[in-house]
């Protein structure tokens, strides 16, 4: 595979951000971290798996950063019970929650407008991302889809859960996440 250097620098880069940066001041910072650690691998994969239409890239950008904010959402008090907070600082301050709530596993209202918010922009992502997905390259982009129709999920569970996700880790069960797969894998 012809896999462009620079996609295989900027993960380096990601992963020295997470060595370096336990929070993010505003969307904008934590958007660069996601597209390192989550849309550049997307961008990879279009690559090894292929496609036809240039849109396809920006189907596996935006992809990535669905996938890195849903994976943000789950892991929430678990990042918190290591002093990380991936939820931009300025976002907190909006809605009323201080990084000690966080770090303290305080739940409450506005915590949870605050996640209800988190959850609709990953969703966002995630519409933006099929939307750029031409017809001729999703066979190719199957796998993507798959993991696609999981993460959604996980964040349908955040939701039902009522974002309670600082005590403890919403997951699937392995036999959900198979016939997701399967489901996903024949719908595409």
Known sequence: FNLPQEHL????D???MDLDQPRYPDFKSLQLYCYRVASVVGLLSAEIFGYRDRQTLKYAH???IAFQLTNIIRDVGEDARRNRIYLPMDELQRFGVTAADILNANESDNFHKLMVFQIERARRYYRQAFDHLPAVDRTAQRAGLVMAAIYQAVLDEVERSG???LQERVSLTPTYKLWL???AWLKN
Do not use: Q
Not at 9 to 12: N, P, Q
């Open 14 to 16: 990601g992963m020295e």
């Open 62 to 64: 935006d992809l990535g």
């Open 9 to 12: 620098l900027e993960i380096i």
């Open 163 to 165: 974002c309670h996700v």
């Open 181 to 183: 797969a399967v489901k």
